[in-house]
């Protein structure tokens, strides 16, 4: 990994790999370790980019609060400082929400293709919504992290998901999932839905959505429905038991991000 400064903070990143370029976010609270399978991967055909949001990398020093405008804006200032001027953007859960404002801001143009991976589309629904409101509380951040994490990893006996949960994500404190609260809950209160989010860019571009969970089937079917009246809406949904399909399923998870975007000539 490699840091440099963007915004007055230290940003950690990681540049591998020859041609189009493709730019991996993490989720809150996770970072570049996440994609350690996929990178090797895509990088055979692309210039792989892992971006960590400031205060997530390896220094971990940030200029204060900060909110997902604050890491849109990060997003766009590295690809300039680094002269990328086209690149895809892969993001993982709500993470989203800085890809899709960064992605607005850039147009069309500079990213013309779009990987969301375990999003939740529709409605958040309460128990997202009162994990929001509980990550806020110093008296219930603990315990609403470790049940959001039974939900995420499930009866999962995966090494790689384990130690993301155990030894990556349980690194970031109650500062972090404090502000992963109020920003995602504040999202969900500016758009009641991610579809919602995603029908108002400003210039419609293929967007893919990887996921596993949630099963049940009303949940597929709206991502079916959705695709059904928006053509440039792509949803894959991959076996599993986790919400971390790019540790449980990488090497599927690798196939489909080169399938979708290798459609478009970045040269």
């Not at 230290?10 to 370790?33: C, M, T, Y």
Request: aromatic fraction near 10%; charged fraction near 25%; charge should be negative.
């Amino acid at each position: 990994m490699k840091t440099i400064e963007i915004n007055g903070n230290p940003i950690s990143f990681g540049d591998v790999g020859k041609g189009p370029a493709v730019l991996l976010l993490a989720g809150w609270n996770e970072d570049h370790r996440m994609f350690k399978h996929i990178v090797p991967a895509l990088a055979r055909r692309y210039r792989v980019l892992t971006l960590d949001w400031r205060g997530h990398g390896e220094d971990r020093r940030h200029n204060g609060d900060f909110t997902i405008d604050d890491m849109a804006g990060d997003i766009v200032s590295f690809l300039d400082a680094i002269d990328v001027e086209k690149a895809f953007t892969v993001s993982c859960s709500h993470g989203g929400w800085a890809n899709i404002e960064a992605s607005q801001s850039l147009g069309i143009s500079r990213v013309p293709r779009i990987v969301l991976i375990s999003w939740r589309l529709i409605d958040p629904g309460k128990a997202l919504l009162d994990w929001c409101k509980q990550w806020q509380q110093p008296a219930s951040w603990q315990a609403a992290r470790e049940a959001f994490f039974k939900y995420a990893v499930g009866d999962s006996d995966n090494a790689d998901i384990i130690n993301h949960v155990q030894n990556e994500m349980k690194t970031f404190g109650a500062e972090y999932w404090t502000r992963t609260g109020r920003e995602i809950a504040g999202s969900y209160r500016r758009w009641p839905t991610v579809m919602a989010r995603l029908e108002a860019l400003d210039a419609p571009r293929p967007i893919a959505h990887i996921f596993t969970l949630p099963h049940d089937r009303d949940y597929v079917k709206a991502n079916q429905d959705f695709a059904s009246s928006h053509p440039w809406f792509s949803p894959y949904r991959l076996p599993g038991e986790t919400h971390f399909p790019i540790l449980e399923s990488p090497a599927a998870v690798s196939r489909i991000i080169h399938e979708f975007l290798s459609g478009i000539d970045l040269s």
